[in-house]
């Protein structure tokens, strides 16, 4: 990108393109522009900035049903998150992930070099928001347990879940942190 970038210039704009309707998370703002991410089906991110012109703003969502969380989420090519109803209580979620690191480079698999990570918890959602602790046998809130347990917060943004977690969640380089797309 130039220098000049973020602005209507030929030399600011991408090959890339979205179509009237698609969803975006909108994380800056500089003069007219917004700086957006676009998750596709396969849950691969772009980044860039739009025109503020060309977007519409949706209200922050503030509550939600455990029925908006429950499916097959996509991140990256290597972060998959199932959320499903829990069976002892409508208002609990059950939320289990898988997440690798290099699973997807052949000589890092060839030389058993792929590093795994998980997720675990049942939780009552606070509306669009869930945060929780690992703990060995039970979910915990966010703020106990070991200090290097593994921590989540989920947000739930359109049809989006926005997940953040504290690196502690697998082996080496493995995170949840990314925007995740319901799967088909």
Do not use: N, T
């Given at each position: 990108m130039q220098k000049s970038c973020p602005s209507a210039d030929a030399a600011?704009?991408?090959?890339?393109?979205?179509?009237?309707?698609?969803?975006?998370?909108v994380s800056t703002a500089e003069a007219n522009f917004v700086c957006a991410d676009y998750v596709n089906s396969k849950g691969l991110t772009r980044a860039g900035w739009l025109p503020r012109s060309a977007i519409v703003m949706q209200p922050k969502p503030t509550s939600a049903r455990a029925d908006d969380w429950v499916g097959q989420?996509?991140?990256?090519?290597?972060?998959?998150?199932?959320?499903?109803?829990?069976?002892?209580?409508?208002?609990?979620i059950e939320i289990s992930g898988e997440a690798t690191f290099g699973a997807l480079d052949p000589a890092r698999v060839k030389r058993g070099a792929v590093n795994l990570g998980e997720v675990a918890a049942t939780v009552t959602p606070d509306g669009a928001s869930l945060d929780f602790t690992m703990g060995d046998r039970e979910t915990?809130?966010?703020?106990?347990?070991?200090?290097?347990?593994?921590?989540?917060?989920?947000?739930?943004?359109?049809?989006?879940?926005?997940v953040e977690d504290n690196r502690n969640c697998g082996g080496m380089n493995v995170s949840f942190s990314g925007i995740y797309r319901k799967r088909s």
């Open positions: 600011c704009r991408d090959k890339a393109y979205l179509v009237s309707g698609d969803q975006v998370i989420w996509q991140g990256g090519p290597e972060q998959q998150i199932s959320i499903v109803k829990a069976a002892k209580s409508a208002s609990d915990l809130p966010y703020e106990k347990g070991d200090d290097d347990a593994c921590r989540v917060r989920m947000r739930l943004v359109g049809a989006f879940l926005l």
